[in-house]
């Protein structure tokens, strides 16, 4: 064991021998910067709040029918910028189909 030991060389070790990792933090750096968030598409359509052209003064949550044009199929509510409607009888919109939800008279959200 002691021959071992006297017969391992020394090894000089330069900075040239060192393992020089600058090229690979740099390929990363693109690689770990921060990705653009995605801008949201605004819906810009210029329509008249079809309740209002109609002559609707107030949104009865018993006429379902017209409740289900403001509801998605899943049975979300449909935004302002998406339906047209203004926002005085959104807000009527919203609570009719609240409303009518808690009467069973149309569903809730579904999951899938």
């Not at 064991?1 to 070790?13: A, G, H, L, P, Y």
Request: aromatic share 8%; glycine share 2%; with cysteine.
């Amino acid at each position: 064991m002691e021959e071992d030991i006297n017969t391992i060389e020394k090894v000089d070790t330069s900075l040239n021998d060192v393992y020089d990792d600058s090229k690979i933090t740099e390929e990363e750096d693109y690689s770990l910067q921060k990705k653009k968030p995605r801008r949201k598409r605004k819906i810009v359509q210029n329509l008249k709040c079809p309740l209002c052209e109609s002559g609707v003064k107030f949104v009865d949550y018993k006429d379902v029918y017209q409740l289900k044009k403001f509801t998605s199929i899943r049975g979300k509510m449909i935004s302002t910028e998406k339906s047209g409607v203004c926002h005085k009888h959104q807000k009527q919109v919203a609570n009719a189909v609240k409303r009518a939800r808690y009467m069973a008279l149309l569903p809730y959200e579904a999951e899938e």
